[in-house]
């Protein structure tokens, strides 16, 4: 693998006694063994779960992955953390095979007084915008709860690509890596992974529960096409933003909404340490800080909604296009769809607002105006992504089975169910829309089947409708089985950027945005999500997505009476339309302010909310 020209390595001075950073060798065939032992929980003398050290709760079955062992114990409770080592080290040489070396220690917490929102304010400071973090949620056909949310913060390790240049921050050894000419970042973290080898206790849901969290950019496509989509073709760079950031969490909180349990999860890397006992009990400090941490209650304000939720937002103002150059830009599109460049272009414009509303206030307001499938607050570096995305970019399952979900062909929401099924016919007789749709899936059908082993290539389900809070949606699933050579990235690699944000072919369609929109997509247009450590991705298109930039200079509005501080913030909405022969220029033009308007909406309330409200009282 060749990922360098020339690198520097840089120490810091940050002490540590872990790293889980799959990059030390195995220091012997006993550090390399996976042992397993009882994890008490709680600081009193109760056990509240017992589980393995290397994976799993002594007393059920385990989980092992694909070529993993299984292992199967007794119920039986150690009078001591002695007794449980003993019985681990038995258990090694009756079932191990030194193979496993990712253990997930765990707590269970009770769901009723812990929510998502809370638990990310007790791992989070409200001034830190620079240590990165994470919070996942989702709503499914518009209005029911998904049954899992995600909370990380505290990652162990960071890859941040700006074009080919990378840094590689390993917090664990305190390390700064510099690699000035990387042609493919993406092969970082999937070089690092393949040395994963967990194990999972059954008493833990078969989610993510740790792993590399960030995402990967429009831009991050050009690792793949680089000779026909090189960096130094790309519009121009007004925010200097990374192309790709991913970072490592060991230390999540996972919340079961169907069985109102949380865990608190901390993963232990076996082969960082020189024997079970050093292994053990660093692992039981992580995860009792973890623990302690979600005992706090944060101060947290109660946002007051007196907007309006139905009321048709305002139109954004600020865009990086004036309306004549977009009609410009649709004109010249629609010269290349006759000359035969391409049959659909999805050309994009980015808003900009300024607002004193915190981002994580604005997300807040986000979950009430437009609740969604792929709900996101990602704090990354040098910016923050607040999402409502409804549409998976690439998804890869442990089983090998990738799904990629063409979404296009939109109405509004009736106001009665009469309305609603009205609207529903409407769309599904709608000639442009059904082609538009159909050449996404095809499109679709193109990705999977890259990646995908021969004659495993289907379309599970073709022009189905989904529904969301304000709107309704086309849907198809393309599937297919990943070839045994290739890894969840490689589907990834494939997937990227999806159709819909691109255009038809995909690879001249970016070409020709090149030369027509304004300024580097950034974020907008890729993909954000997790890879889990037992080998699941979940990347959801970031589309529906605000990008905060945190490096910019900034007003700051005082408060003399509480001698408080808010800090302005300017605010990223990006929207594209599908463009093809037929389009009708101020159509498209008003599709992108429509889009744009309503993600607006959440701003407007979070103002009303946490800043107007107070004000009012």
């Known amino acids: 693998m060749r990922v360098m020209r020339h690198h520097h390595r840089q120490d810091l001075s940050i002490g540590s006694s872990w790293n889980s950073v799959p990059q030390q060798q195995v220091r012997g065939a006993n550090a390399a063994r996976s042992e397993v032992k009882r994890i008490y929980t709680g600081t009193n003398a109760e056990t509240i779960s017992l589980e393995l050290v290397n994976h799993g709760t002594i007393g059920s079955r385990v989980r092992a992955l694909p070529g993993r062992p299984r292992w199967v114990t007794r119920a039986a409770q150690p009078s001591s953390v002695q007794d449980g080592l003993e019985e681990f080290r038995h258990l090694i040489e009756v079932h191990g095979d030194g193979n ?24 989070v400071q409200s001034d830190d915008r620079d240590a990165p973090s994470f919070l996942f949620e989702s709503v499914v056909n ?51 992974s393949r040395d994963w080898h967990p194990i999972v206790p059954e008493d833990l849901p078969r989610v ?16 793949v096409y680089e000779g026909k989509l090189p960096f130094s073709n790309a519009p121009r760079d007004d925010r200097n933003i990374p192309d790709m950031h991913l970072a490592l969490y060991s230390d999540t909180v996972l919340f079961d909404h169907a069985t109102k349990l949380a865990y608190a999860v901390s993963w232990v890397r076996l082969d960082e340490f020189d024997n079970l006992e050093s292994a053990y009990a660093h692992g039981q400090r992580r995860l009792a800080s973890l623990t302690a941490q979600l005992q706090e209650r944060p101060d947290l304000a109660v946002g007051q909604v007196d907007l309006s939720l139905h009321k048709r937002p305002e139109k954004p103002k600020n865009s990086n296009f004036t309306e004549d150059e977009f009609m410009e830009a649709i004109a010249e599109t629609k010269e290349h769809i006759l000359s035969g460049d391409v049959f659909q272009l999805v050309l994009s414009q980015r808003f900009e ?40 970019l690439c998804r890869v399952e442990e089983s090998r089975r990738v799904t990629n979900r063409p979404l296009a062909g939109t109405r509004r929401r009736g106001l009665t169910q009469s309305e609603d099924e009205e609207l529903e ?68 690699r494939a997937a990227l950027p999806a159709g819909t944000v691109s255009g038809a ?49 900034c007003l700051y509005k005082y408060d003399d009476q509480s001698m408080s501080a808010r800090r302005e913030w300017t605010i990223h909405l990006q929207a594209g339309a599908g463009v093809v022969a037929d389009s009708i220029p101020e159509n498209e033009f008003e599709e992108t302010v429509n889009k744009a308007a309503a993600l607006g909406r959440a701003i407007d309330l979070a103002e009303s909310s946490f800043i107007h409200s107070l004000q009012r009282r």
Not at 110 to 121: E, H, N, R, S, V
Not at 208 to 223: A, E, K
Not at 533 to 545: H, K
């Open 505 to 553: 072919p995909k690879v001249r369609a970016m070409q020709i945005l090149d030369e027509l929109e304004h300024s580097k997509r950034g974020p907008y247009g890729g993909g954000f999500g997790h890879v889990s450590f037992t080998g699941g991705m979940d990347m959801a298109l970031a589309l529906r997505t605000m990008v905060i930039p945190t490096k910019e200079s």
């Open 208 to 223: 993510f529960t740790g792993g590399w969290v960030g995402y990967c950019g429009y831009d991050t496509v050009r690792y």
């Open 353 to 392: 607002r300024t607002t004193f509303a915190d981002p994580f206030e604005v997300y807040r307001a986000l979950r009430v105006v437009n609740p969604s499938p792929y709900m996101a607050y990602l704090n990354s570096r040098e910016s923050i992504l607040v999402s409502s995305s409804p549409e998976i």
């Open 100 to 123: 496993v070396n990712l253990v997930p220690m765990f707590h269970r917490i009770m769901g009723d007084q812990l929510t998502p929102i809370m638990a990310y304010k007790a791992l």
């Open 142 to 192: 518009g209005t029911q709860q998904g049954r899992y949310s995600f909370v990380g913060a505290r990652p162990q390790l960071e890859i941040i690509a700006k074009g080919h240049h990378v840094q590689i921050l390993d917090h664990g050894k305190g390390t700064k890596e510099e690699i000035e000419d990387c042609s493919d970042p993406l092969e970082i973290p999937e070089v690092l």
């Open 425 to 492: 016919k409407d769309l599904l007789q709608d000639e442009k829309e059904l082609a538009e749709h159909v050449m996404l899936v095809d499109l679709g059908r193109n990705d999977v089947g890259k990646v995908a082993q021969a004659g495993t290539v289907n379309v599970d389900k073709l022009m189905e409708i989904e529904r969301y809070s304000h709107v309704m949606h086309i849907s198809s699933t393309v599937t297919g089985q990943l070839k045994p050579e290739l890894s969840c990235w490689d589907a990834l």
